[in-house]
């Protein structure tokens, strides 16, 4: 069955750096889009990034915009997200979701499914 | 920005109809989807394309789009109905939540 699970996440100071990664099993990882979705604690969901099944074509949220890189291994099915400058406001559970159809242009409307995610926590 | 707007909080008694709603500028005109997150667990699609089910979604589940509104309704609410719900839609290559309404099913 589809499987995404992250990692990575932890406890990390202002102006520091992590890397999450989301590991994909359980269908052709290279054939899709993939994004990341976060949510800080006790609030709503926020889009992050998201990237093509190419990698060639991605896109971020002005709030990560300049920080964060997406990025991705076909060969190892995994999914990445290189956190930089990080800011206590980027606390949050950070999910890797996949769009929902193979070999898109553009990614679909919806996510499905999501990871289980990771938490990261920014503080001093 | 584009924004999408959601009640806080809707109440139902079990077996009644549950609606909530999600507004936006001319929301009518793209697709939305809507998310169901019990508590301490990951997001869950149960409406995408305004109005369609994914498998394993139960029929009561359903959702409609026009306007500037989109609503999930869900009929016959039960007590595991109960989670927060967000929608969604894309907006210039941007994904948009709502902020999400909490569903108390009482």
Redesign the interface.
């Known amino acids: 069955q589809v499987k995404l699970v992250e990692s990575g996440g932890g406890l990390v100071k202002p102006g520091g750096s992590l890397r999450l990664a989301c590991a994909a099993s359980g269908f052709t990882f290279g054939d899709y889009y993939m994004s990341w979705i976060r949510q800080a604690p006790g609030k709503g969901l926020e889009w992050v990034s998201y990237i093509s099944d190419s990698g060639i074509n991605i896109n971020y949220a002005d709030s990560v915009k300049g920080r964060f890189r997406i990025s991705r291994d076909n060969a190892k099915s995994s999914l990445f997200l290189q956190m930089n400058s990080l800011r206590v406001e980027d606390t949050a559970i950070y999910y890797c979701a996949r769009d929902p159809k193979p070999k898109q242009l553009v990614p679909s409307d919806w996510f499905d499914p999501w990871g289980q995610g990771t938490l990261v926590t920014v503080s001093s | 920005?584009y924004e999408l707007t959601q009640p806080p909080s809707v109440s139902v008694s079990p077996g009644q109809t549950a609606s909530i709603t999600c507004s936006g500028y001319r929301l009518g005109d793209?697709?939305a989807?809507w998310?169901q997150q019990k508590a301490g667990q990951?997001?869950?699609?149960v409406i995408?394309?305004d109005i369609k089910r994914?498998s394993g979604i139960p029929e009561r589940f359903s959702g409609s789009n026009s306007g500037n509104t989109a609503t999930l309704t869900i009929s016959g609410t039960q007590a595991m109905d109960e989670a927060d719900y967000?929608c969604?839609?894309?907006d210039s290559?941007?994904?948009?939540?709502?902020?999400?309404t909490k569903l108390t099913v009482l």
């Open positions: 920005s793209k697709y989807s998310y990951s997001p869950v699609l995408y394309q994914p967000y969604q839609a894309w290559s941007t994904a948009i939540f709502g902020g999400g």
